[in-house]
Every structure is written in C-alpha cells, then in structure tokens.
C-alpha cells in the first residue's frame, strides 16, 4: 500500500531547460510535505518543503506546488544543473506523526 | 554544526548471524529515527525515538529488530538473527522538534548510512 507515489523511476532532462518531478499520495491524514535528493552512497539531502496550508513555496531554482484537491505535488527545477543529477525523493508526515513516508524515487538525469 | 553520525558504514555478515548499528545525532536534537532502504525503494520508517523514549515502532519487526537510545544521545541498532532479505541501507536521522508545530524548523537531517549485505 504506496501512500507516496513517484510513477516515474527516472528522468533526462537537458541542461539548462526545466525538470519537473511528481508525486502523488493517498493519505489525507499528510500535511507536510518534503523533498529530498540523494547521491549514491550518501544519506538523503533535504531540499524543500511545503506545507499543506500553502499551494506554492519558492527557493531559488527550486519551486514545490501543492494541489491538495487532486493530492499531487511537483517539483521544480529551473534552470537544470549538472549537479542536480541525483535521485530525488518525495516525503510526507502528518496526523500527529513525525515519521516520514517516502516515494520510491526519480532519478533525475541532465545532459550536457 | 556537525552531521549526523553514523558506523560502520558497511557491513557484510552471514544469515543468522547478528549486526549493530550505531548512531550520533546531531547536538542538541532530541527526536531521533531509523529507517531502513531496501534497493530501489524509498526509506522505510523502522523506529522513532524521542530523548529516550520509543514514540513509533509500529513498523520494527520486533522478533528480530531491536533499537536503544539510553542516554537519549545515541542509538543503536540491532539485528538477531539476520536474514537475506534485510539486506538494505539502514538510515538514521535527527530532529531539533517533533510534534505538528515549527514543521520550518524541523532541521530533519540524515546520516550517510550504514550498508548491510547478508548472504
């Protein structure tokens, strides 16, 4: 029983144009959402979070929208970097719980 | 301000066989975590710990896992007896609070983790 979903295992993106990463879950009980990237053999980085309360949080190339309705969530990055190769997980909390449950990943690729 | 810490970082061990993982929160952080990475899943909560006290474990197979914060500084973690498919990474992770409040501030930072392989 997925309560994150990421349908998309991995991602190519050129250079300098946008990634777009989703997510979608189940669990109305979540109110806090989180997104962490990961690179092998290193522990999961926090990148942004949002809040249920809000539908947009920006910071720098990196933007998170929540559409609570449909329970779906993307990420923004703009512009691509080589550097923001990496697998990027989709994490939500709520119901009183601080546990995180997470998706199962997107490994995000940028092309030179 | 230092990570969170965590050895060995590998480990490779017979089924059967029994393994401990070790833990270093971040100062000052009281809520502390455990999750397990199965290849090509997303971390899995095993074990919440607040100071010293077990919050969740809902999802720790408890026959075989168990986990201590004495001191509610460190943690370890322990398997016995160990079977193939507990083969993972096993993440630990600190948080400055727990609760639905300051949720800005969580400070929600994990450790590089410790790769376990049994065969």
């Known amino acids: 029983d997925q309560q994150v979903k990421q349908n998309s295992p991995s991602l190519s993106v050129q250079e300098g144009r946008i990634s777009i990463l989703n997510c979608d879950y189940t669990?109305?009980?979540?109110?806090?959402f989180l997104w962490y990237k990961k690179y092998p053999a290193e522990g999961p980085t926090f990148l942004i979070s949002?809040?249920?309360?809000?539908d947009k949080n920006e910071d720098g190339r990196f933007t998170v929208f929540l559409n609570k309705s449909a329970k779906h969530l993307s990420l923004h990055i703009v512009p691509s970097q080589p550097g923001d190769s990496a697998v990027y997980f989709c994490a939500a909390t709520g119901g009183g719980a601080d546990g995180l449950t997470f998706g199962k990943g997107t490994h995000l690729i940028i092309q030179p | 301000e230092a990570g969170v810490a965590q050895s060995p970082r590998y480990k490779i061990i017979e089924k059967r066989q029994s393994v401990a993982f070790w833990c270093n929160p971040i100062s000052g952080h009281a809520t502390l975590y455990w999750y397990q990475q199965i290849l090509g899943q997303g971390p899995k909560l095993l074990i919440q710990f607040q100071n010293n006290g077990v919050v969740d474990d809902s999802q720790l197979p408890k026959d075989r896992f168990s986990a201590e914060r004495l001191k509610g500084v460190d943690s370890t973690l322990k398997i016995q007896p160990a079977k193939l498919e507990d083969s993972a990474v096993y993440l630990c992770?600190?948080?400055?609070?727990?609760?639905?409040?300051?949720?800005?501030?969580?400070?929600?930072?994990f450790g590089s983790g410790t790769r376990l392989t049994v065969v």
């Open positions: 949002i809040s249920s309360i809000k």
């Open positions: 669990n109305s009980m979540f109110d806090y």
């Open positions: 992770a600190s948080s400055l609070v727990s609760g639905v409040s300051n949720r800005e501030d969580y400070g929600y930072t």
